[in-house]
């Protein structure tokens, strides 16, 4: 049995080992445009020879990485260029090279004195992101793991500014398409299922604010608080958005806190054209923003911002003893602003790329990508056999088969099934007003026109196929 290998290895030991995984990861990149969109054949039996005991012994690098190799194959190609379902991303390279810098030396930034200058560096992140939303001086920018986080913190931090310690009554606004994360963030905080008013949208998948004005009203007279509406800033099933202006003028009237959801369409606002589409984002009390999903990052790169950037202290500091020598009260670290204590530099896998790459070349590829995504939905709108939900709003374009409503829940899922097993794009389902809608959604950095028009002619192709 191979001896268990010492944890520090020397210095040309060191050098080997990051040569060795520098050629796989180079390999993993290079080859994306020829691998398939996904390949999930017999993963089971792969997946099961992982279940193995504790092992005792050490085993080479070079062994583990190949053994990694089709562990990774297995897989929806999420960063691949034809991977169109759910929220894509890709993951900008230069994000992979700074998590490893920042795992690699390890410092401390959960609070600002071990390590300042990092501290810095995330918190100029978070301010370039506050720049980018049109926020003013005074706001904060969190980076977070994700949507998800981003979203229950801001629900803490709203029902803290709105509620106090009195939580009991207090009732929350968003709509029927809002992301799930948020009643499970609205629950997480406190507030039950009861609290939750998911309010039915207009033709268009948007909130409408009479609707909500009216849902406000009907619970202050039975003695309810409303404290907070959460409007889309681009929903995942279609990319709609919320009339901004409108919902933030029903919360600047009854006194709730305004969030926006901009983890999937945020980012867009860099795009050519952006502003305007999302007018009134940079008014909100707080922003979730994903750029794991529209700056590119590798999965984990959540943000939130929030106006008022103390409120988000007022909402999560607590101090104790053991940290006294690193608490300094005029500089806020991390951990004063969310659950976290210990956490990654995360501020590095947004400052490297931005810096790397320049935010030029982000807008340019959002740009492309709201074009993209019309070029698709005009696509299909002229062919027949399809029937597309709205022009799209961003960069989702929603649709289904134009068949009979009992032929259509199978054979939209045949649909689904034909165009990504030709592996060439890798498309995803949802509901629409509860019935089967395919959906493509372009945000890769890596997708551009060539795979866009694969999963047109995939579509109509297995359209003609399905339906004559
Ligand atoms: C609009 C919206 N909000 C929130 C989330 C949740 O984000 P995360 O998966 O980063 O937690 C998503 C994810 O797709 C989303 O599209």
Known sequence: MNPPRPLEPKRAELESMTRAVADFVVDQVATLDGQPSFDLDDADALRASFREPTPQAGSSLESLLEHLRPAIAKSYNTAGPGYLAYVPGGGVYAAAL???????????????????????????AGRWLCDLMGLPDGARGLLTSGGSLSNFGAIVTARHERLGEAIQGGTLYFSEETHHCVAKAARLAGFPRSALRALPTDGRFRLQADALEAAIAADRAAGLHPFLVVANAGTTNTGAIDPLPEVLDVARANGLWAHADAAYGGFFRLAEGGEAILRGLEEYDSITLDPHKGLFMPYGLG???VRDGAALARAHHESADYVQDV???????????SPELSRDFRGLRLWLPIKLHG????????????????????????????????????????FRLRAPAYAAERLGPELLRRVNDRRRVFLSSTRLRGRYALRLCVLSFRTHEDRVRDAVTALREEARALLG
């Open 98 to 124: 700074a998590e490893l810098v920042a795992a690699a030396t390890n410092r401390y930034v959960g609070v600002t004195q071990p390590a300042p200058v990092l501290a810095q560096i995330e918190e100029t």
């Open 303 to 305: 943000a939130l911002l």
């Open 359 to 398: 935010i030029g070349a982000f807008r340019e590829q959002l740009t492309e990508k709201l074009a993209l995504a019309r070029w698709a939905y005009e696509e299909l709108r002229q062919d027949e056999r399809f029937e597309v939900m709205d022009p799209p709003q961003l960069s989702v374009v929603a």
């Open 327 to 337: 608490t300094d009260e005029g500089s806020l670290g991390f951990a004063d602003l």
